[in-house]
């Protein structure tokens, strides 16, 4: 038996990383272990500290129709395996999985190249852009609501203090960041004199860039 066919080698994941793997079962028959293998193997990883998703994983095989548990097991998790063997087997199947990981280093790697952005087209009605910009309106002016009673709900030391303070500051913070969206979604519109009145209303706000302006901060509490 040559090198090349000792023991099926694979290409799998583990954490989502790539990692060539085997399956202990068929390391089991070839080391010729004594041992009943799900005694041997759940014996081996307890003994010796290896760790699911990390040196192995188990998948689920259906043979004769019934579910079978198999370990699929990292080169370096089998050669340790076939090392503590202690028998011409075991060491002949640890160099074969060294001469395995071997070949996978002299193979170029391809760089891996990060995913591009998805994007997706969208087609809206006319109504829909509307009522998606009111949306952003109407949070807007609750904000801005809220920032100005801000100073009179610390003058009088009122429990919602804090909270309306929360408010401008998290719901201003998610106007800012929609804002460019919702001027791309709505470019194609004009403010017009007679035009639209629904347009008219909202795309001064939506187009002011100062509008929201992190450094209008509110004052500092005084007490």
């Known amino acids: 038996m ?12 583990i954490a989502n990383q790539p990692v060539q793997l085997c399956n ?10 004594k041992r009943q293998y799900g005694d041997w193997i759940k014996d081996r990883i307890s003994d010796y500290g290896f760790v699911q998703n990390e040196d ?10 019934r579910p079978r548990k198999e370990y699929h097991i990292t080169l370096d998790m089998g050669k340790e395996l076939a090392m503590v063997e202690r028998n011409e087997k075991g060491r002949q199947v640890r160099k074969y999985f060294i001469e395995c990981e071997r070949k996978a280093l002299q ?3 391809q760089l891996a190249l990060p995913e591009p952005e998805k994007k997706y087209p969208f087609e809206h009605s006319e109504k829909e852009l509307q009522n998606l910009a009111w949306d952003w309106f109407a949070l807007f002016k609750c904000v801005e609501f809220t920032k100005d009673i801000v ?3 610390d ?24 804002q460019p969206l919702i001027q791309k979604l709505t470019a194609q519109f004009e403010i017009e004199t007679w035009g639209d009145e629904n347009w008219n209303r909202v795309l001064p706000t939506i187009r002011d860039n100062e509008i ?11 007490f």
Do not use: C, D, W
């Open 2 to 13: 040559t090198n090349s066919n000792l023991i099926p080698v694979f290409n799998g994941l």
């Open 24 to 33: 202990a079962r068929e390391l089991h028959a070839f080391v010729e272990s």
């Open 56 to 65: 192995y994983i188990i998948v689920t095989e259906r043979t004769n129709g």
């Open 107 to 109: 193979q170029p790697q």
């Open 151 to 153: 100073p009179a709900l």
């Open 155 to 178: 003058a009088i030391q009122s429990k919602f203090a804090p909270q309306a303070r929360s408010i401008v500051s998290e719901y201003g913070s998610m106007l800012r960041r929609h």
């Open 212 to 222: 929201l302006n992190p450094r209008k901060r509110l004052p500092h509490r005084n």
